[in-house]
């Protein structure tokens, strides 16, 4: 079985977020387990050719189209079969993926529509042989919509990373990229007046997924639908939700580099070590109080807001925070004028994956406050290493948290989206931490035992390829 697995970000080449360790960690699983895949992604000037030995393959395709003619050259990893980019310097040959932070790039229609023409080319010319084409998230969105135009005899896999990001421009990028006004409908493209790459890709596309089961109940309903869910709704007999894993070599305290003790489930009580130095390296000081960390982009949804509103309250638990990320400029600017305010808040405003696994390491609790999750990948890598998590029960988060009060149970979630909601599961954390001593220890050694590896996953991804090569979904 042949897969052409296709994303804009691939971690180590590129990544902005999840989808990048996603598209790095399933293909890598499906691999193991015998699929063949191979992966494409553009080539940014930002990926570093020499580190990764990438190369030029000799092939060249062009796409020629109403914003005009595009050469693209197919580079891959020297030693792989499996790790394939596509180089137009003027459309990628730019510092950012989608944008600056001012602002997207005006013609992203243009960047990611051609390249969508681009792989379609490779399948006819047969540079490509997929049997299953597996799109991800809107800007690889019109290889299903092209495929099924031309009439290809190739299944198409659309994956929902993020319904909150469609890929939405102005009309005009029908002619752009010379899509035919017949595909300018409701029922195809066309969304509220303008072109939807995801809505094509979620109508054209033999089976479309997302990566929790929870999140692909929740977005055929308006709440979470962002406009899709009608469209969702009634495609709901080829929507399925195959919960994200996290790579087990790649997210593992026994051999981790970064952290300051490594251990496992049986000497889980070292990561006393590692927060005692953790404490040591950030100005934090009580080894006794539980630590609590973020982690993440700093976005809506992943709930900064209601750290944010909590900010008068945190100072005076009997805890420490820290709190790690970037993203928006007032969620920015907010964080760093907190910084080195409170004794016991850790403050680091940045991208940094070393201090990131530290945190993970030495930390007691997670906050995952999200306003909305499709997978999240966090509160797997955090009971990796032994870190109970606190979150609110949305999307991938309720598929992989149980709260202590259920029968089982070995996390804390809360429900309604609210600062007093999300304090009172925090101090529900730490009134645990400190009164429920043996419970918290057994926890933790037992979520380190939880399976969050591709395992299963990619099992049930190689299935539906099956089912979709043998016609069964549609
Ligand atoms: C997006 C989602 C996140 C998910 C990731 C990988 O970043 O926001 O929930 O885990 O994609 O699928």
């Known amino acids: 079985m042949r897969v052409l697995f296709l994303s804009s970000e691939i971690y180590p080449f590129a990544k902005t977020g999840g989808l990048a360790d996603v598209s790095a960690s399933l293909p890598k699983a499906l691999s193991e387990i015998g699929v063949h895949v191979k992966s494409v992604m553009p080539l940014y000037r930002t990926v570093d050719l020499e580190k990764f030995g990438i190369v030029p393959t000799g092939k060249k395709v062009s796409v020629s189209v109403g914003a005009g003619n595009f050469d693209f050259e197919v580079y891959k990893v020297s030693n792989s079969v499996s ?7 003027h459309l990628f040959g730019r510092d950012y993926l989608y944008g600056t932070p001012e602002g997207d790039y005006p013609d992203n229609d243009v960047r990611f529509g051609t390249f969508c023409w681009a792989v379609v080319k490779l399948i006819e010319e047969g540079f490509f042989k997929p049997d299953v084409v597996h799109a991800n998230d809107w800007q690889t969105a019109l290889t299903p919509v092209l495929i099924s135009k031309k009439g290809l005899k190739v299944k198409t896999l659309q994956t929902i990373h993020n319904l909150a990001y469609q890929g939405i421009f102005p009309k005009e990028a029908v002619e752009r990229l010379s899509l035919g006004w017949e595909l300018f409908n409701m029922e195809a493209l066309e969304f509220w007046g303008k072109v939807n790459f995801l809505k094509g890709g979620i109508i054209f596309s033999d089976a479309v997924n997302t990566v929790s089961p929870t999140y692909a109940r929740e977005i055929t309903t308006p709440e979470f639908g962002y406009g899709l869910d009608g469209v969702l709704k009634k495609y709901s007999y080829k929507l399925f939700g ?126 995952m406050p999200s306003l909305y999750e499709p997978c999240g990948l966090n509160q797997m890598i955090a009971m990796r290493y032994g870190t109970l998590v606190v979150a609110r029960k949305t999307g991938g988060l309720a598929d992989t948290v149980r709260d202590v009060d259920k029968p089982g149970g070995y996390g804390f979630l809360f429900e309604e989206f609210s600062p007093e909601a999300f304090l009172k599961a925090v101090k529900k954390a730490v009134d645990f931490y400190y009164n429920s001593r043996s419970r918290f220890a057994r926890l933790r050694q037992f979520v380190m035992g939880i399976d969050f590896s591709w395992n299963n996953s990619a099992l049930k991804y190689m299935r539906l390829y099956e089912n979709l090569i043998e016609g069964k979904v549609k």
Do not use: C
Request: proline content about 5%; glycine content about 6%; cysteine-free.
């Open 83 to 89: 790790h394939y980019f596509l180089k137009n310097d």
């Open 242 to 367: 195959i919960l994200n894993g996290i790579d087990y070599d790649v997210w593992n305290p026994e051999t981790d580099p970064y952290i300051y003790v490594n251990y496992s489930e049986n000497t889980v009580s070292r990561k006393e070590e590692n927060k005692r130095l953790f404490l040591k390296e950030t100005g934090l000081s009580g080894e006794e109080k539980p630590l609590f960390i973020f982690i993440g982009r700093f976005a809506k949804q992943k709930g900064i807001d209601l750290i944010m509103e909590s900010m008068e309250e945190l100072p005076s638990l009997p805890a420490n925070f820290a709190i790690l990320g970037t993203g928006d400029t007032g969620y920015n600017s907010f964080f760093n004028s907190i910084k080195g305010k409170y004794p016991n808040i850790f403050v680091e405003v940045a991208y940094d994956e070393p201090l990131s696994r530290k945190m993970y390491a030495s930390a007691d609790y997670l906050l």
